[in-house]
Every structure is written in structure tokens, then in C-alpha cells.
């Protein structure tokens, strides 16, 4: 069973409303149970939103609001849905396949937290939990 950012799949969920739809993704899950997530929304923020970075382990707003704390509910709430659906599926979770550099789901390289588009190394919040989970996590751009 795969972890799919619900973005990449098409669904407009992204802070600017938008979906990030990935041919790539689409094929890698024909034929494959998977469960398709977006942390952000299902954590109680709306559709649009102001965009979040990550500064220094916090999640920031441009106006400077710290979030970080509903960032971490929402990741923690998201894992324990995806256990349950895993469990009563009797199935392994194998991947999970993140949206590049959101501060959710960004796997390997996030934004620097400044909103300058500057990129460094790093993992989202959700990322972060689901490696510390002992889970594989790539972004849609590993599979190009």
C-alpha cells in the first residue's frame, strides 16, 4: 500500500487552490491499493490558505504566525488514519509519494522558511513523522 499526496492525484487542495496532477504517480498506482492524503486540509485548514515555510523546525506564515503546532496535530492525525486504513486492509505500508517541498509533505528539499524561493535540505512535517515511522518517503520528482 502506498501513501499518495491527495495534490498529485489531482485533487485542489494545495494553498492556492490549486492540484499538482502527476502522470507519473497516476501510473505508478494502477493496480496498487493506496491511500491518498493531504495533511494541510485534513488538519482543518481551508482552501485557498497563505503558504507556510519551514524556518529553523517551525512552520511560518509570511505575516510571522508560528503554526507549527497545528502542522504536527494534523500530521499526527493524518498517521493515525493511514494506520487504521493499513490494519483493516491487512496490508504493509511500502511508500509514500509526497509533494515536493511543501512543508507538509516536501521530501528531501523544502523552502528555506525566508519566502524568497531560496530551497535547502529538509523534510516537511508530515515527511519528517512518516520517516521517523521507519517509512520510505520520495516526491513525485524522484519519479522522473
Known amino acids: 500500500m502506498y501513501i499518495i499526496s491527495a ?3 489531482g485533487e485542489k487542495c494545495r494553498y492556492n487552490g490549486e ?3 502527476s502522470e507519473e504517480v497516476k501510473r505508478m498506482t494502477e493496480g496498487h491499493r493506496y ?5 494541510e486540509v485534513e ?9 507556510v515555510e519551514l524556518l529553523e523546525g517551525r512552520a511560518i506564515r509570511p505575516d510571522g504566525e508560528d503554526i507549527t503546532e497545528e502542522f504536527l496535530r494534523a500530521a499526527n492525525m493524518v498517521w493515525d488514519r493511514i494506520q487504521s486504513e493499513a490494519a483493516a486492509s491487512g496490508e504493509k505500508i511500502e511508500l509514500a509519494v509526497l509533494k515536493a517541498r511543501s512543508p507538509s509533505c516536501g521530501a528531501g528539499t523544502i523552502y528555506d522558511g525566508t519566502f524568497s524561493g531560496k530551497r535547502v535540505s529538509g523534510d ?4 519528517a513523522l512518516l520517516r ?4 520510505k518517503v520520495i516526491s513525485e520528482e524522484d519519479l522522473i
Do not use: N
Not at 488538519?43 to 503558504?51: L, N, Q
Not at 521517523?132 to 517509512?135: A, C, D, R, S
Open 7 to 9: 495534490c498529485l492525484l
Open 124 to 127: 516537511g512535517v508530515f515527511a
Open 132 to 135: 521517523e515511522k521507519g517509512i
Open 19 to 21: 492540484g499538482f496532477f
Open 43 to 51: 488538519g482543518g485548514f481551508s482552501v485557498p490558505r497563505p503558504p
Open 35 to 39: 491511500i491518498s492524503v493531504c495533511p
